[in-house]
């Protein structure tokens, strides 16, 4: 009987000649079984990656520090290799312990474990898994390499503050810069002070690197760095002469140069969305077909679109081979693959040779000033522009045609993308940052601090909410709420919906929220879409229509077809469903109700809508003037119903959403609300004293005066003090000539605010 | 907050400016009325989307670059208190204008590596990122460079100095712009029944004609020569309700023009008015003709029209003219004066009493004071 692989290891004193050997040995030093066939193949392709040479260096440095920087681009393998190398130090099977390595994407953190269980020849789940929000992949006390998304080890963060189940951790494609990444660098930064056996490694892809060494440095050292070279190839970079008119048929125009000028090889656009990418492929297909039938040297086209809202199916197809010549002997076909900027970093096309860059990509940016979150085309940065010309090296040399000047590249591109955290709201981050026991958000050590003023909007939220206190502590409704993985305004309805009876309907209408788009509206069947939509919607509001898409969805599982037939998207449907059931656990577990009113009817509808105030009073427009003119509440920004809101009229008052700037102001998924409602649930920030000015004030407190003359009524018996106030009331109103609106009403007490109610008497999380 | 759009805000105003006022001539002052009237027309209908779209972009260009800090301030400024949200900044040691994170050491390390400042960039925000407002599909370098945040701080500053400003002006402007046009339109309203008076006394007493009775709201009681020579436009006659009592005054005041005029044809009429505008343009334009033919005479016109001419003429001096605008150019409220002290002069009458006296003696005996507070 062979001696165990391992035998005689002391952790983190491992070198790369034990390491190889034990790798080629015949039994798996982590389960003690024999090795398969399948294992010694990968192997083989395992050593031939970039970062498979470094594995001595990798051990010279990981042994001696406890943070380090790594740079390796993409094809290089760190992703895969390097969390093995360090369960070859670790031996966390031995210990107990676990290796964690984030990823910034759900897929990847899924695909990525399949391919490293495959490639330590172990079952995906025990040894190796994974953990995403919705779906844990795991098992306690087996599984000691995990990956998972930044947010869930954030999350996990929460209940496990020092993280001391895990020996090493590995934030993987740092130089994404999520927002999960960055709170995980500084909370990491910290623990590492009070836990010297815990290590820590950041993996970046770009050469940014110096940003993370300084970050986990002290002041006179930078932190170690690694740094493997990627397989690429040299790329020739060609700027035009002056700036382009128009991007996408500048993009177009030199699609259809290369594909007359240049030698063989596949073609990669980088547009900005999904309609113009749709645009651009149309266009560069009739153009190539024109040419083609006028010029015999001119191959065959394929175009293929690339966005994250096709169908997967669909986005397979960026992987088929380009088409072959039309007649033996004449000239070879091209790809061209028209794409958002998701085959920057996270998905890598073979055969792409050339890179056509506009240097535009859609952005989401939200402003804490109005809190509106726009989804607007902006210039890339240098290093986003690296990384696109990069992708043309990946098979050999290749070019790279940016489609502006090159004074215009070093005057108007940022040197780096700007970091999530600065592009966000920060409401859920706040929230986890308190229960993490992050008192000081503005000393707290980020690697780049947000604005100010976001984190105040966070905080103005989180405490009209009672999530927090007013001295910023967490109440136990927020530390209730910090246990969901929704945004607070949605933990806030899930938890106060038992109070009107419709837990069950709340909890359908959040999981609907937070899934994709289930709405499919085909380019040629639009009239079609929109009329099994509108067979569904409920008219006092998408939330409710939502709602009854998922009730009806359930009613007909058994029909595969339904979803198709409707123009909605089963695979968001199934998401849905399966998040639905994961927050249903977590209620279970936080012994919140889960209960319905037997009777249906506007009452009911009416329950629903009450319950979404509580989560979203701040979410409000009010109609003002035109049909579509809204103005949200307290900002008075102007906005209108999206184009794909339901709501048959167009109602005084409705919540929404998402306040989205793309080309116009639009506020999304809107339910009809009334203002009583606001007065009632919300009366913190519908305190009539604090409101600005304006005609939503105005129709406050109309709603206001009118109350209080119904609640005079209603006690006559105290009749003379009340009258004469009344008559005060009427006759202020007529001084001010109904221009401006009258002070509140003294003495009429706004009910508390349905937050603090429910605070008090719900079980305590545990 | 609003009232930008409301036809009550400065905006409006703004060209109703009371100083400038006294300075233009009269028909200047009219075309003013003329814009202003049309301005709020154009309020009150219903915009265009082009408008509202417009409105909608400024709206939010300024909210986006106000800063929250600015409103708070404001708000304590305005007599308000702190939000909660603020007051949790402060508590955990935050000072506006400062930005987030560790404090900074004297000396970054990043000092100590070659070449690390082309490469890093600090990151530090004191405000939000900038938003790059849609611009369609222009190419990079083809569109105007979006607002730096350190611009945009500097930007934001003087924004929200101007509009602080601008605020405590408009403030204390409006209050005063509105009172004195509801003073002034008071004062018209008075004007116009002084006149009245005036014009019944005067009728009473043979008075033919009395520049002070002329209002250009009352366009029609006005011999026609004159309205010419005056410029006013007499298709406008606001005071309705005087119409029906109008009549008698003007058979005797108007040397019965008007009567003449409802005898002819409206075609003909026209034509009378056209040619008298042409002689009154010409009187104007041309002093020295003026002065060659020093009146002129209603007559010269009537005779057109009517070969038989009028006893009573009313003779048109460019005394008259000058007289009456000069009247015409003083504010409502010295016009109001000058009419009330006509009348208590001439006919011992006290608007304010609302009672003829029999003599200067009983008038002042009996009459508190020549202003409206003494009759208090």
Redesign the interface.
């Known amino acids: 009987m062979a001696t165990h692989p391992m035998h005689g290891w002391v952790p983190r004193q491992v070198t790369a000649d034990k390491v190889t050997t034990a790798m080629d040995g015949d039994i798996n030093p982590f389960t003690k079984k024999p090795l398969s066939a399948t294992y010694k193949k990968i192997l083989e392709a395992r050593k031939k990656l970039p970062v498979y040479g470094y594995m001595e260096e990798f051990y010279r440095i990981f042994n001696e520090t406890q943070i380090t920087v790594m740079v390796g681009e993409t094809g290089s393998g760190k992703t895969t290799q390097i969390p093995q190398f360090v369960a070859y130090s670790d031996l966390p099977h031995l210990k107990g312990k676990m290796i964690a390595c984030t990823q910034p994407r759900r897929v990847a953190a899924m695909s990525v474990a399949k391919r490293v269980a495959d490639e330590m020849d172990v079952e995906l789940g025990k040894e190796v898994g994974y953990s995403i929000r919705f779906e844990d992949m795991t098992e306690p006390g087996t599984t000691f390499l995990k990956y998972m998304t930044d947010g869930m080890l954030l999350r996990e963060a929460m209940n496990d503050p020092s993280l001391a189940r895990y020996s090493t951790i590995i934030l993987d494609e740092a130089h994404e810069r999520t927002l999960a990444t960055d709170i995980l660098m500084g909370l990491l930064k910290d623990i590492c002070k009070n836990r010297p056996d815990l290590k820590v490694i950041v993996m970046s892809a770009t050469?940014?690197a110096?940003?993370f060494q300084?970050y986990f440095?002290?002041?006179?050292?930078?932190a170690p760095l690694l740094k493997v070279p990627g397989r690429t190839h040299p790329v020739e970079v060609f700027y035009?002469q002056e700036?382009?008119?128009?991007?996408?048929?500048?993009a177009i125009r030199t699609v259809l140069y290369i594909h007359q000028a240049e030698d063989p090889g596949d073609i990669l656009v980088f547009l900005t969305g999904e309609e113009e990418i749709e645009d651009a492929c149309r266009k560069i297909k009739i153009e190539a077909d024109e040419l083609a039938s006028q010029d015999p040297h001119v191959g065959p086209l394929m175009c293929v679109p690339l966005y994250s809202s096709l169908p997967p199916q669909q986005q397979q197809r960026i992987f088929d081979p380009p088409p072959k010549p039309r007649r033996p002997d004449g000239p070879p076909g091209r790809k061209v693959v028209v794409s958002t900027n998701i085959a920057e970093t996270s998905l890598t096309i073979d055969g792409i040779v050339y890179v056509v860059d506009?240097?535009?990509s859609k952005q989401k940016?939200?402003?804490?000033?109005?809190r509106?979150e726009?989804l607007?085309?902006?210039?890339i940065s240098k290093a986003s522009a690296a990384q696109r010309a990069g992708r043309a090296g990946r098979t050999r040399p290749g070019k790279c045609f940016r489609?502006?000047?090159e004074?215009?590249y070093i005057k108007?591109?940022?040197?780096?993308t700007?970091?999530e955290i600065?592009?966000s709201n920060l409401a859920n981050t706040v929230l986890e940052l308190v229960k993490l026991g992050i008192?000081?958000?503005?000393?707290?050590?980020?690697c780049?601090?947000?604005?100010?003023?976001?984190?105040?909007?966070a905080?103005?939220l989180l405490?009209y909410l009672a999530a927090?206190d007013?001295?910023?502590n967490l109440t136990a409704l927020g530390s209730m709420m910090a246990e969901f993985p929704l945004d607070p305004q949605m933990s806030k309805l899930l938890i106060t919906s038992p109070e009107f009876e419709c837990s069950n309907e709340i909890l359908t209408i959040v999981s609907m929220l937070s899934v994709p788009n289930v709405f499919l509206r085909p380019p040629n069947q639009r009239k079609e879409a929109d009329a099994a939509k509108a067979l569904l919607s409920i008219p006092e509001g998408d939330h409710l229509t939502l709602m009854n898409i998922y009730n009806s969805y359930k009613q007909n599982e058994h029909d595969k077809n339904w979803a198709w037939n409707n123009y909605l998207s089963a695979r968001a449907l199934m998401q849905a469903d399966n998040v639905r059931n994961q927050i249903q656990r977590i209620m279970e577990r936080l012994d919140i109700d889960l209960t319905s009113r037997t009777v249906t009817g506007p009452r009911f509808y009416d329950n629903i809508r009450k319950t979404l105030v509580c989560g979203f009073f701040m979410q409000v427009a009010h109609k003002e003037?035109?049909r579509n003119?809204y103005k949200t509440v307290k900002?008075?920004?102007?906005v209108s119903l999206h184009p794909s809101c339901g709501l048959d009229t167009n109602p005084e008052w409705v919540l929404f959403n998402e306040f989205v700037?793309?080309?116009?102001?639009f506020i999304r998924t809107v339910t009809a609300i009334k203002p009583e409602w606001l007065l009632e649930l919300a009366g913190n920030y519908y305190d009539l004293k604090?409101f600005?000015?304006?005609?939503t004030k105005s129709a406050l407190q109309r709603v206001l005066n009118k109350q209080l003359g119904r609640q005079i009524q209603g006690n006559g018996e105290s009749g003379a003090p009340d009258a004469r106030k009344k008559k005060k009331q009427k006759t202020d109103h007529q001084a001010q000539g109904g221009?401006s609106t009258p002070p509140a009403v003294q003495g009429y007490a706004t009910p508390p605010a349905g937050t603090a109610r429910y605070s008090q008497h719900r079980p305590q999380a545990s | 907050?609003?009232?930008e759009d409301?036809y009550?805000s400065d905006k409006f105003l703004q060209q109703l400016e009371a100083k400038e006022r006294s300075n233009k001539s009269y028909s200047q002052r009219r075309k003013d009325a003329q814009r202003d009237s049309e301005i709020r027309n154009l309020a009150g209908r219903?915009k265009s989307k082009k408008e509202?779209?417009k409105?909608?972009m400024d709206?939010?260009k300024e909210?986006?670059?106000?800063?929250?800090?600015e409103r708070e301030k404001l708000a304590v400024a305005e007599g308000?208190?702190e939000?909660?949200?603020?007051?949790?900044?402060s508590?955990?040691?935050?000072k506006?204008g400062?930005?987030?994170?560790?404090?900074e050491?004297a000396?970054?390390?990043?000092e100590?590596?070659e070449g690390?400042t082309s490469?890093?960039?600090s990151?530090?925000?004191?405000?939000?990122?900038s938003?790059?407002?849609?611009?369609g599909?222009?190419?990079?370098?083809?569109m105007k460079?979006?607002l730096s945040p350190d611009s945009v701080a500097h930007e934001l500053e003087r924004a929200a100095k101007a509009a602080k400003t601008r605020e405590a002006l408009s403030q204390d402007e409006f209050r005063s712009r509105n009172r004195a046009e509801f003073e002034e339109k008071r004062d018209e309203g008075r004007l116009l029944s002084a006149q009245k008076t005036c014009a019944v006394l005067d009728e009473k007493a043979g008075v033919t004609f009395n520049y002070l009775v002329v209002n250009p709201r009352r366009a029609k009681l006005i011999p026609p020569n004159l309205l010419d020579a005056l410029g006013i436009d007499p298709e406008v006659d606001i005071d309705d309700t005087y119409q029906s009592g109008s009549h008698r005054m003007r058979k005797d005041n108007m040397e019965r023009l008007e009567d003449d005029e409802t005898r002819l044809d409206s075609g003909l009429a026209r034509r009378l008015r056209e040619d008298m505008k042409r002689d009154a343009l010409v009187s104007r334009h041309n002093p020295g003709e003026i002065d060659e033919d020093e009146t002129l005479s209603m007559g010269a016109v009537t005779r057109r029209s009517k070969s038989e001419p009028e006893p009573n003429e009313l003779q048109i001096t460019s005394e008259l003219v000058e007289q009456t605008q000069e009247f015409l150019q003083q504010p409502a409220k010295v016009r109001l004066e000058r009419v009330l002290g006509y009348m208590r002069e001439k006919y011992f009458f006290c608007f304010w009493c609302g009672t003829e006296y029999k003599s200067q003696e009983d008038m002042n005996t009996s009459c508190p004071g020549e202003t409206e507070e003494m009759h208090d």
């Open positions: 050469l940014d110096q940003k300084r440095g002290t002041e006179k050292k930078l035009t700036p382009e008119p128009d991007y996408v048929e500048a506009p240097g535009f940016v939200y402003n804490p000033r109005i509106v726009s607007l085309v902006s210039p489609l502006y000047t004074k215009d108007e591109l940022e040197e780096q700007y970091p600065l592009r008192h000081d958000l503005v000393r707290f050590d980020y780049d601090p947000p604005a100010p003023e976001t984190i105040m909007r905080l103005e405490n927090l007013d001295d910023g003037g035109e003119a900002d008075n920004q102007a700037l793309t080309s116009k102001s604090q600005p000015a304006g005609e221009y | 907050m609003n009232d409301d009550l219903t509202l779209e409105e909608a709206k939010l909210g986006m670059s106000t800063s929250l800090f308000g208190s939000s909660k949200a603020m007051r949790m900044m508590k955990m040691g935050f506006p400062q930005a987030l994170g560790r404090q050491v000396v970054s390390p990043s100590l590596v690390s490469k890093t960039t990151n530090k925000k004191a405000v939000p990122i938003i790059n407002l849609w611009e599909r222009k190419g990079l370098g083809a460079r979006p």
